[in-house]
């Protein structure tokens, strides 16, 4: 069992950045993928980013490529999200999520099935 707890959102105005972090529980973290996905009002849940148990891989959706940066820091249990130059777009609510295994591919990385363990969400706020 793993328990994700994210932290790190608020308000911004665009262009600004903020880093969002996921602490979490349990002695296998290094053995997860680790994701981070954000829900904005009415919409679905949708991929951000995602990064292998070892952090040589790392997959971007592409509306944040080249804005966010994903890492983590197995020795903290914890995962991170830079987010850069962020836009009014960016708002909604983020949540960071476990896969069941290490490695993780290009497309298993963006579905929400392969994911077995869910933060609760932190608030991302851009205002123009």
């Known amino acids: ?14 262009g600004g950045s903020l880093r ?23 919409k ?8 292998s148990w070892s952090g ?6 592409d509306s944040v490529n080249g ?8 020795a903290k249990n914890t995962v991170y ?8 777009e960016d708002t909604a609510v983020y949540y960071c999520a476990a896969a069941g295994y290490g490695g993780i591919g290009y497309y298993t990385a963006r579905s929400l099935r392969e994911y077995d363990y869910w933060g609760q969400g932190t608030q991302v706020t ?3």
Do not use: H
Not at 44 to 51: N, P, S
Not at 81 to 88: F, G, T, V
């Open 1 to 14: 069992q793993v328990q994700l707890v994210e932290s790190g959102g608020g308000l911004v105005q665009a």
């Open 20 to 42: 969002l972090s996921c602490a979490a529980s349990g002695r296998t973290f290094s053995s997860y993928a680790m994701g981070w996905f954000r829900q904005a009002p009415g």
């Open 44 to 51: 679905e849940r949708e991929f951000v980013a995602a990064i």
């Open 56 to 61: 040589s891989s790392v997959y971007y959706a």
């Open 67 to 74: 804005r966010f940066t994903i890492s983590r820091d197995n």
């Open 81 to 88: 999200l830079q987010m850069n130059s962020l836009k009014p």
């Open 126 to 128: 851009v205002s123009s």
